[in-house]
């Protein structure tokens, strides 16, 4: 399984981005996919995920109303629109793709992982 992350780059604050996840190889049955991003000197921290069918949606506290998670299985590509991005949002993004079923934000939720795609937000 190979994730590929892209869409970052640099914005100003109160822009917006849209980051895709295209997932390829023996992804086998449905999944799910979670975005997470680690900035500098920190941990990697949830941000969002969508169930296979996309039914299920998960947002952490900092990005709910501004972020929206979604997803196109016929091209196997998640999707992050990002609004309204604060300094704060800076970070390298990945997304992850889970096997698991519910709700899905840990790190420990997630079998495989894509390189991250830098976004940097100044003021």
């Known amino acids: 399984v190979q994730l590929q992350a892209s869409g970052g780059g640099l914005v100003q604050a109160g822009g917006s981005l849209r980051l895709s996840c295209a997932a390829s190889g023996r992804t086998f049955s449905s999944y799910a996919i979670g975005w997470f991003r680690q900035a500098p000197g920190k941990e990697r921290e949830f941000v969002a995920a969508?169930?296979?069918?996309?039914?299920?949606?998960y947002y952490a506290d900092s990005v709910k109303g501004r972020f929206t998670i979604s997803r196109d299985n016929a091209k196997n590509t998640v999707y992050l629109q990002m609004n309204s991005l604060k300094p704060e949002d800076t970070a390298v993004y990945f997304c992850a793709l889970s096997y698991r079923m519910g709700k899905i934000t840990t790190i420990y939720d997630y079998n495989y992982w894509g390189q991250g795609t830098q976004v940097t937000v100044s003021s």
């Open positions: 969508v169930s296979w069918s996309a039914g299920s949606t």
